[in-house]
Structures are given as structure tokens and as C-alpha cells.
């Protein structure tokens, strides 16, 4: 059911209505698997899907795109136009530097500010479009899912988001690495106490 480089362009005949997905299709592109203590293969397996998902989606995208658009002519700015087209389905509440409520991770009435799609959402959809566009036979640097305008794109909104709602997007330090950069404390050299108090 994947649609490889050649079948996506050849499919875009149909000149339907400027992106008109269907909002059940294109809210799936953005759910996330949920992390479970099961095995590798499962998680493997979900991303996969998700992945496939996701990729059928963009296809249907490019199909409906005015004018239709072939996946050899898209560029960042068409997946730019991806995810601002993506963030009517957005769930994740950002407000506007006029609201009460700008900066508050907690706010604690309604607001009337836009839902968007979250940050986290559309990084991990970017990566899985990446690594499905080169699955499907295109080019690492013709990729238009790693084009520098969609890298801006994604740290503009995190740092909008990370504004607007008050949470902090910084990665968390891997205990491992901090405990390597503390100066260990060495014993005395042999034979210190003997001379130290020689005296």
C-alpha cells in the first residue's frame, strides 16, 4: 500500500479541492504511539505503520494540492505548507502574547487562543516523512523533509510554543553524562599520612 516516488507522481491526476484530506486521515498522521514495556519488534512495528501512515497521507496531500503537485517538484516550502495545513487538527492550546495566560503551563480558565499541533508532533512526523522519503526511492539531498527552511521552520515553533505555554522543550541530561563530568575525588598518594604528620 506504500507509494513509492513513481506511483506518487503519477497518481496526481485528480483535481480535487486545494487540500482536502480527510480530517480523520489527516489527524492520524499525528497520533503518536504511546510507549509500552513491550518488545522492540512491537514498537518497531508501530513506528513502521505510522510511518506508512503518514507517508500515504502526504501523498494524498500532493494529490490534492491546486494544482495537483508531483513528489519530484515538492520543496520545503510545499512541506511548510504541510504542517501549517495540519495545525486545523492541532489539540495543543498556544497562546497569544496578548492572552492573560501567555507563559502559564497551567492556565487556570478558557481562553480563546488557537489549538495547534504540539511542537513534539510535527519533529517526529518530520523524521518519520524523512525516513519514508528516502525509503521510497528519493535522494538524501533532493529530501525536501530536511530542507534548512523546514529545520527553521520546526525550531521557530518550538520556541514559540515553549514561550506561549511555559514548558521548557531543553533535553534532559542523561544521569550517565552528568555523573562523568564530576571531578572524582582521589585518594591521598600513598605514604601522605605518614609524611603529613611527621612533623
Same mark, same amino acid.
Not at 40 to 58: A, I, P
Given at each position: 500500500?506504500?507509494?513509492?516516488? /513513481?506511483?506518487?507522481? !503519477? =497518481?496526481?491526476?485528480? %483535481?480535487? #479541492? +486545494?487540500?482536502?484530506? &480527510? ?9 503518536? /504511539?504511546?510507549?509500552? !514495556? =513491550?518488545?522492540?519488534? %512491537?514498537? #518497531? +512495528?508501530?513506528?513502521? &505503520? ?21 513528489? +519530484? ?127
Amino acid at each position: 500500500m506504500d507509494h513509492s516516488i /513513481s506511483e506518487m507522481n !503519477s =497518481s496526481h491526476s485528480e %483535481n480535487t #479541492s +486545494s487540500l482536502n484530506i &480527510n480530517s480523520t486521515t489527516a489527524s492520524n498522521v499525528l497520533i503518536a /504511539s504511546s510507549p509500552s !514495556s =513491550s518488545s522492540t519488534t %512491537n514498537s #518497531s +512495528s508501530r513506528y513502521e &505503520n505510522q510511518k506508512r501512515r503518514d507517508w500515504n497521507t502526504f501523498g494524498q496531500y500532493l494529490k490534492n494540492h491546486r494544482p495537483p503537485l508531483s513528489l +519530484s517538484r515538492c520543496s520545503g516550502a510545499h512541506v511548510l505548507e504541510f504542517l501549517r495545513y495540519l495545525d486545523q487538527f492541532g489539540k495543543t492550546k498556544v497562546h497569544t502574547p496578548i492572552c492573560p495566560f501567555y507563559g502559564h503551563p497551567n492556565p487556570p480558565a478558557p481562553c480563546p487562543c488557537p489549538l495547534r499541533q504540539a511542537w513534539g508532533s510535527l519533529d517526529a512526523l518530520i523524521g518519520r516523512l524523512r525516513a519514508a522519503f528516502e525509503e521510497n526511492g528519493g535522494k538524501p539531498e533532493a529530501n525536501p523533509f530536511g530542507a534548512r527552511a523546514v529545520r527553521l521552520y520546526l525550531r521557530e515553533v518550538r520556541d514559540l510554543q515553549s514561550k506561549a505555554r511555559g514548558i521548557s522543550y531543553e533535553k534532559k541530561k542523561r544521569k550517565r553524562a552528568a555523573q562523568q563530568q564530576q571531578i572524582p575525588v582521589l585518594p591521598p598518594p600513598p605514604g601522605y599520612y605518614n609524611h603529613a604528620f611527621a612533623n
